[in-house]
């Protein structure tokens, strides 16, 4: 298996399992009344995880090339939070589905301009017709999962 290949079918597995993280956090949230309570316990538990995998497999939990990082590299985490708290609130309300259909269009769209820019370190992919299409068909799935 090709390092593409193996990262295409880790992306699916990982989209699989975002669609079964927003009813889990809705479950906490539900019970504990608040979306962000559940967005605590979600990153704890998951913190403690990678902690174990991270000792298991290196022994190391700070790598001393994380000293040279930029500021804005360590605040990564606050996307995810911000998302799982959303997630917890919304895929109740409107369906996991809606959810990351949504989720999936504003991801497109930020990976587009971070392309186009070459931000954050990533090499320049122009925003083409057909990619501004792609993203143009991803909100109109959006539209029809909602619609329907």
């Known amino acids: 298996m090709t390092a593409a290949t193996l990262s295409l079918v880790l992306a699916l597995l990982a989209g699989v399992l975002l669609a079964v993280q927003a009813p889990t956090n809705a479950i906490l949230g539900k019970a504990s009344g608040s979306a962000i309570m559940a967005a605590f316990i979600s990153f704890l538990v998951g913190s403690l995880a990678l902690g174990v995998v991270t000792l298991a497999t290196s022994g190391k939990l700070f790598a001393p090339g994380l000293r040279h990082v930029p500021w804005y590299a360590w605040v990564g985490g606050v996307y995810g939070a911000i998302f799982v708290a959303v ?32 931000l954050l370190g990533l090499a320049r992919h122009p ?22």
């Open 87 to 118: 997630a917890a609130f919304a895929a109740p309300r409107i369906g996991v589905g809606v959810l990351l259909t949504a989720a999936v269009a504003g991801q497109l769209v930020a990976a587009i301009v971070l392309d186009h820019y070459g």
């Open 127 to 148: 925003a083409t017709v057909t990619r501004i299409a792609g993203v143009l068909l991803v909100f109109a799935g959006a539209w029809l999962v909602r619609a329907g």
